[in-house]
């Protein structure tokens, strides 16, 4: 045997180990765990799990997820397109500290971002003041610290940065020759936006978005310190945590019950994330 024959022995022996390495741990990892899941949910037979997964406190829970989700998605959507533009498409001073300032979310702790926004807009929070003033002079009842607000807000919080992030690569690569060819031949900004930087992108936000809402969904940390009322403020993730903590064995497997609404949502984003992954490199290899 030549060294050639040698050295791809190595190199098939190496692979199948690394294949086999991999596989066990997703599958010990990620696969059984969200098996065990679904297998808890259906312990007390599939009536129980109906009956868990209908319950108004379930319902509330989904509602405020979506909302809360929905608004993230649209309010990230629209700032993360304007901060990837402006990062990519224009030179100022504090480019780079803004640049920075957008990945705050991902090194600090959800809870810390719960507790900053519950001191900035709760009662001992320095806006509420303008809030009780506010109040009083048109009689509403805005709340933000333990309403739907602070969760929208908690929420938009931690998932900011998913967009941002998956567009300024593109745009980058993109660069602005395009741009400013159009420009010059008068095109305005809207046009030149639609025409020429929206179609390079859209993959890439697409995808942003998908991302965003995953983490949308399964917040937990930041929305656990401005959300304390079960039944109107409550996301899956909260009542899940109430269902479990409530210890009883029926609790318990309500709590997986509910758990599998969430798991068949990463499932379908997955989903439609392969389908973007696929036809964002079906169109890259068609180029």
Known sequence: MNELEKLEKRKKRTRHILITVSVLFIFLMLVLPLLCIIASSLKEGFA??????????????????????????????????????LLTKFSFRGKQVLATL??????ISPVIVGLAFLMTFGRLGWTYPFIRAINQ???????????????????????????????????NAQGKDEEEAAALMGAGGLKI???????????????????????????????????????????????????YMS????????????????VILAVIILFLRNILEYRAKSRRESH
């Open 48 to 85: 129980f799990y109906m009956q868990s997964i209908r319950t108004d406190y379930v319902k509330s829970a989904l509602k405020v997820t979506l909302i809360a989700t929905v608004a993230a998605v649209v309010i990230n959507t629209f700032f993360g397109l304007c901060v990837s533009w």
């Open 137 to 171: 002079f048109f009689g509403t009842n805005i709340r933000i610290a333990f309403a739907i607000p602070g969760v929208i807000l908690a929420t938009v919080f931690v998932t900011f940065p998913y967009v941002s992030r998956e567009v300024i690569p593109v745009l």
């Open 247 to 262: 210890g009883t064995e029926q609790s318990v497997t309500a709590a997986f019950a509910v758990s599998s609404l969430l």
């Open 193 to 243: 936006f639609f025409k020429i930087t929206f179609p390079q992108m859209k993959w890439a936000l697409l995808y942003g978005v998908i991302l965003c809402t995953s983490r949308a969904l399964g917040e937990f940390g930041a929305v656990n310190a401005l959300s304390k009322t079960r039944g109107e403020t409550f996301t899956l993730p909260l009542e899940i945590d109430a269902l």
């Open 102 to 107: 957008i990945d705050i979310p991902f090194s």
